[in-house]
């Protein structure tokens, strides 16, 4: 039962990190219809930014953490005017798109590896202190990672909902050009969405390195796939979707570790994917009822 | 002098497999139009098949495996092609039938990690992630060779299956089979409404292309004698799709060259760059993917087409029926040219501004 609890507990931290994300994930590929396999790298980029930020710039770790978000936004904003934007523009077909953004990835993971190597980092001012509740324990770096990301998704679901760049986002989302013609700027909106999403893949890059305690140059890469499958089991360019689906895969793979090897989690968080999109393709929440993503 | 002999004989033998998988992939891909982002898989699958066929049985103590046997050499050849083809044919009831676009390509390479996990972690499986070692090489002991004149011989067996591969694959693209999976690719909704099979038609063009990677993988593995999961990835397959991407979809003859600029020229020669400075091994393997990578944009930004783009194909009895006159030599009529495949050169959507 105890182990049942603390894998509960495991759970929600795995959740948390995966909803920010898929968050950003889903963002993407919602709004501008790209699905990014440079993702996992991006979230690689931050954890490694963050590293720069604790050594170059002695900033200590959660200052760090909010350094290697604004790295990666930058990041992403400028991949998208420098690469995405030009190649959707000219109606690359979308398997061509997904090339485009899986040679991006690997240039991005060597660029890392030749500055740093293929070797393993941690982050300094790590706290080994364990906050405790019954058989529920967590780190506290762990449990400020888990309010962290309640604050940020909880303030984007507000911007989403109630601020007037939300009802322009969700307008475009729908329909870019009845958008487009209603007066919203598009090209800004998804300049913003690569600012956001980016800085999401960057601050999630960085809690998931916290989270495991080390991280190289493929650990965002290899987590990328179970970011997919959280965001497209919650309906591929959902916002709230990608939340649910996050709680629902994060907490998937480490209850599942109670019955099973911790080395099948990313299994089961994979074959969840595989059966979502056979059975149901539009995902849990299915706000629009149509593949956003199948154009 | 012979070590420059038996380096040119190596990449020759990375030439021809890649060349292999280049065909392969260009059948689902140019072809029939199937976003599989994880051809690698399969031909993990041939190599692992093959190499168990040819270990004879497990020895736990060493390394532990399943089917272990010991067949006479061509067999466990054709055993990895069977693997290969096998695995497709389970593989393409999940990717070919609700799948289409983003969608097959994502979960391509979920199934594919899915694989990759599953080896990994089931030692009994293929030995887990050590892998599989000390696969002996074919007809060693028959042909009873030197190293070079060895390598020379494995180069030839390499040649043969790819040039068999060519011709088939030649056949292929000119046979009805070719003509309903290009039909597919432009546009699947016209060609079932013509009557065609969707389905079986890509089914056995991914069918063969797996065919075609197991044999590779067969023929990789006799030749580097060892496979373990670390040898085969996303990144790997990445080369195969580079390669032909550069080299020209839908195009055999591309695939060839494909497989000669990606694998052998950018991969091989950049292991000249002398090491000096903060430059070791490590950076330079960086450095090349790197150069994989931006190199793939560039032709994906400046021609999409690749250097030899598809044939345009011109349809003598179409021309005659619709337009009522012949072909002009040389110029062709307007019907014609709209036949060849165009492939993401001019649609341009309202992401523009």
Request: some cysteine.
């Amino acid at each position: 039962m105890s182990i049942f609890v603390a894998s509960l507990g495991f759970g929600l931290v795995t959740s948390a990190i995966l909803a920010l994300a898929a968050l950003g994930f889903t963002l993407q590929a919602g709004m501008t219809n790209v699905v990014n396999l440079a993702y996992g790298d991006m979230m690689t980029a931050g954890a490694f930014a963050a590293l720069v930020g604790q050594s170059a710039l002695r900033l200590s770790l959660w200052p760090a953490l909010v350094f290697g978000g604004v790295i990666v936004a930058l990041l992403s904003f400028v991949t998208n005017r420098l690469v995405i934007r030009p190649f959707v523009a000219r109606g690359t077909k979308s398997f061509q798109m997904i090339i485009v953004t899986f040679a991006l990835g690997i240039i991005l993971q060597y660029v890392i590896v030749m500055k740093w190597g293929e070797n393993f980092y941690a982050y300094r001012g790590l706290s080994l202190s364990l906050f405790k509740w019954g058989s529920f324990e967590l780190s506290y770096e762990q449990l400020t990672i888990v309010i962290m990301s309640v604050l940020l998704l909880g303030g984007f679901h507000v911007l989403v909902r109630y601020s007037r760049m939300g009802r322009a986002l969700r307008a475009m989302a729908d329909d870019k050009q009845l958008a487009r013609a209603c007066g919203v700027n598009v090209a800004r909106l998804t300049d913003i969405v690569w600012l956001i999403s980016g800085a999401l893949a960057g601050v999630s890059g960085v809690a998931l390195a916290i989270n495991a305690g080390s991280f190289n140059e493929i650990f965002g890469a290899n987590f990328m796939l179970i970011v997919v499958a959280a965001a497209i089991l919650g309906g591929a360019g959902e916002p709230n979707g990608a939340m649910v689906g996050a709680v629902v895969v994060g907490f998937a793979m480490e209850v599942s570790t109670v019955w099973i090897a911790g080395s099948y989690s990313e299994v089961v968080a994979l074959i969840l994917l595989i059966v979502a999109v056979l059975v149901r393709p539009q995902g849990l929440v299915a706000g629009r009822g149509k593949w956003v993503l199948a154009q | 002098m012979s070590h420059y002999l038996y380096y040119a004989l190596t990449l020759g033998v990375y030439f021809f497999v890649y060349c292999l998988l280049g065909l392969g992939y260009n059948l689902q891909y140019g072809l029939a139009g199937i976003n599989n982002v994880a051809n690698y898989s399969f031909v993990a699958f041939g190599a692992y098949l093959a190499a168990v066929t040819t270990l004879g049985p497990s020895n736990s103590l060493v390394q532990s495996y399943i089917l272990g046997t010991s067949i006479a050499w061509p067999l466990p050849l054709l055993v990895g092609a069977a693997a290969g083809a096998l695995t497709s044919l389970v593989l393409g009831f999940i990717f070919l039938l609700r799948l289409r676009h983003q969608y097959q390509a994502i979960v391509t390479l979920v199934v594919a990690q899915v694989i990759w996990l599953l080896v990994g972690n089931n030692p009994g499986l293929f030995n887990g992630y050590n892998g599989l070692a000390g696969v002996p090489q074919p007809l060693e002991s028959v042909v009873n060779l030197a190293p070079v004149p060895y390598e020379a011989f494995f180069v030839g067996i390499t040649a043969l299956c790819a040039l068999l591969g060519f011709a088939f694959m030649r056949r292929v693209v000119r046979s009805p089979l070719g003509r309903v999976l290009r039909a597919i690719r432009e546009d699947e909704s016209v060609a079932s409404c013509f009557g065609r099979n969707v389905f079986w038609a890509q089914m056995s063009a991914f069918i063969v292309a797996g065919t075609m990677a197991g044999l590779a993988g067969g023929l990789l593995v006799e030749y580097l004698g060892a496979w373990s999961p670390s040898g085969w990835s996303p990144y790997e397959g990445f080369v195969v799709i580079a390669a032909l991407i550069i080299g020209g979809t839908a195009n055999n003859i591309g695939a060839a060259l494909g497989a000669f600029i990606v694998p052998v020229a950018i991969y091989e020669l950049t292991g000249f760059i002398p090491p000096f400075g903060p430059v070791n091994a490590q950076t330079i393997d960086a450095f090349r993917w790197i150069a994989i990578g931006i190199i793939v944009l560039l032709f994906l930004w400046f021609r999409p087409q690749g250097v030899l783009p598809e044939p345009r194909r011109r349809f003598r009895l179409v021309d005659r029926i619709l337009v009522g006159q012949e072909p002009i030599p040389g110029k062709g009529l307007f019907l014609s040219q709209k036949m060849h495949g165009s492939d993401a050169t001019s649609v341009v959507t309202d992401e523009t501004k």
